[in-house]
């Protein structure tokens, strides 16, 4: 009996063992479970200084204003035709968290027009809370990546005259 029971218990360890293994390679973790991707706009609470980088805004360009997770507050300048977003330290956007795929998605310039487009990434990404392979992005659309929940503000100089 002793003997069953210290197999056991060797089991155990060699499979703790195995998983804190799986678990010190780099991956990305996905989302506990739905209420995670929860869709709640947030409100046109902009600071003054988050105004005024929108305003000063050329044609052609368009910023991201990280709304929620570990980089709250930080503003990203669109001004390429191709911007990649990831967890790789050599993306344009660099998203250090686990829930963010190492290529996660690009957000592309024609123009004066953006789009996302997902790069196959584990936890996706997300517009408007509908998770998207590519989607058009408009002047206040919320973009989710893993945890950061961004949204996006094109060039007031490019919007149509009834969005001023």
């Not at 997770?69 to 990203?76: E, K």
């Amino acid at each position: 009996m002793d003997e069953t029971r210290r197999f056991e218990r060797d089991d155990i360890r060699r499979a703790a063992d195995a998983a804190a293994s799986e678990r010190s390679h780099d991956t990305t973790e996905t989302f506990g479970h739905d209420s995670d991707l929860s869709f709640v706009p947030f409100g046109a609470d902009l600071t003054e200084a988050e105004l005024e980088a929108i305003d000063a805004l050329p044609s052609g360009a368009a910023l991201l204003v990280v709304r929620s997770g570990p980089t709250t507050g930080a503003r990203y300048l669109l001004d390429t035709d191709v911007t990649t977003v990831g967890r790789h330290p050599e993306a344009d956007l660099f998203f250090d968290d686990v829930t963010v795929s190492r290529r996660h998605a690009e957000i592309t310039r024609s123009g004066t027009s953006f789009e996302i487009v997902d790069q196959r990434s584990l936890n996706g990404s997300y517009v408007n809370g509908e998770r998207v392979d590519r989607a058009a992005l408009v002047n206040g659309a919320e973009v989710r990546i893993g945890k950061f929940r961004l949204n996006f503000f094109g060039s007031p100089v490019d919007l149509p005259a009834a969005e001023h």
